[in-house]
């Protein structure tokens, strides 16, 4: 009898089964969770996922809320322009349904688009995030460009295919595989990894801080914004432009608003 792959028993036993958004195949809330997740931690997005798609269940719903519901009910998730991406790929799919395409939505790039349609429709495509590259890069031993990470996505993952294949590799990346304090042991992809660790080059990016930052500058205008309108002279002017920029803030008659 053939030896069962490693990795179905370990996602069968410690794959991340209960996080909330993994329970539907519904495409809106996939593609809300994936651009929630985007940046942000996933116990945050745990908390924060099940109200914000109560609040908006359908692309028509969002996109009848207009961009400023959006926007205060994003809250403190972090990078705004998020949820204003996530608003005009509402009205996009209200409008005319989902194209064929994922990637012609706003702010759905080609990560997205793939680990939609996996997850959604179960499509054998290859998605790769930041942890799904660590991991390929790490078994194969070597950088990879996208299109040869996801060639390697495909055979280090089999026999998984399609969704679970991306989420077996998104949380062996999360939970054993990572960027420090890597769980090699525990990993059941270690008989086939070329590093058994980090690659000789990886090291470790870390944020800058926030406090101080040009990011904390725009969330206080952010916040002062999700109150209501405020007068301009009032704001920090460089940090609101960047949000009037972004779509994110309308400055009219002297005062700053939200969008919509």
Known sequence: MARRAPILDWYARHGRHDLPWRATRDRWAVLTSEVMLH????????????????RFPTPAAMADAGPAAVIRAWD?????????HLHDA???IAATGWPDDLRTLPGVGRYTAAAVAAQADDADVPAIDVNIR??????????LGDRAA???????????????????????????CRARDPQCGACPLRRRCATRG??????????????????????RVMAALRAGPTPSAEL?????????????????GGRARLPG
């Open 236 to 252: 920090d002017a460089e940090a609101l432009a960047s949000l009037v920029a972004d779509g994110l803030a309308v400055v009219r």
């Open 39 to 54: 940046q942000t931690q996933v116990a945050r997005v745990e908390r924060a996922w099940p109200e914000f798609l109560a």
């Open 76 to 84: 403190r998730l972090g990078y705004p322009r998020r949820a204003r």
């Open 198 to 219: 980090p690659l000789p080059d990886e090291g470790t990016r870390r944020q800058g801080a926030f406090r101080g930052s040009f990011r904390e500058r725009r969330g």
């Open 150 to 176: 996801e060639d390697a996505m495909i055979r280090v993952g089999a026999p998984l295919r399609g969704r679970d294949r991306l989420l077996a590799l998104m949380d062996v990346g999360a939970l054993l």
């Open 90 to 92: 509402a009205v996009v």
């Open 134 to 143: 660590r991991v390929v890069q790490r078994v194969v031993g070597g950088r």
